[in-house]
């Protein structure tokens, strides 16, 4: 499985972003996706991730109440919204690929990340 984020670029704060990471691979809509983070001198962190029938999902407390994942397994596609951005959700985005978990290493796959930038 190959997978390819898109959509970071700059936005203010308060205002939304949709994420898109784009699989290849006729296996993808057997696994689970995530997206995790990863800001300047931190480490990466969990932000959503959603089962492969896309059926259940989970957030980070970080972004529960104001993030929405999904997917589209027909076109090999997986989605992350941001709503009401902050200037801490600033990172480089990644997708992923594979169990169900909210740790990245239940994870076998991954993007190659998208720039996200928040403004005040």
């Known amino acids: 499985v190959q997978l390819q984020a898109s959509g970071g670029g700059l936005v203010q704060a308060g205002d939304s972003l949709r994420l898109s990471c784009a699989a290849s691979?006729?296996?993808?809509?057997?696994?689970?996706a995530g997206w995790f983070r990863q800001a300047p001198g931190k480490e990466r962190e969990f932000v959503a991730a959603i089962a492969w029938y896309g059926g259940r999902t989970r957030y980070a407390d970080s972004v529960k109440g104001r993030c929405i994942i999904s997917r589209d397994n027909a076109k090999n596609m997986v989605y992350l919204q941001i709503n009401s951005r902050k200037l801490e959700d600033t990172a480089v985005y990644y997708c992923a690929a594979g169990v169900y978990s909210g740790n990245s290493d239940s994870y076998s796959y991954w993007g190659q990340g998208t720039q996200v930038t928040v403004s005040s």
């Open positions: 691979g006729r296996t993808f809509s057997s696994y689970a």
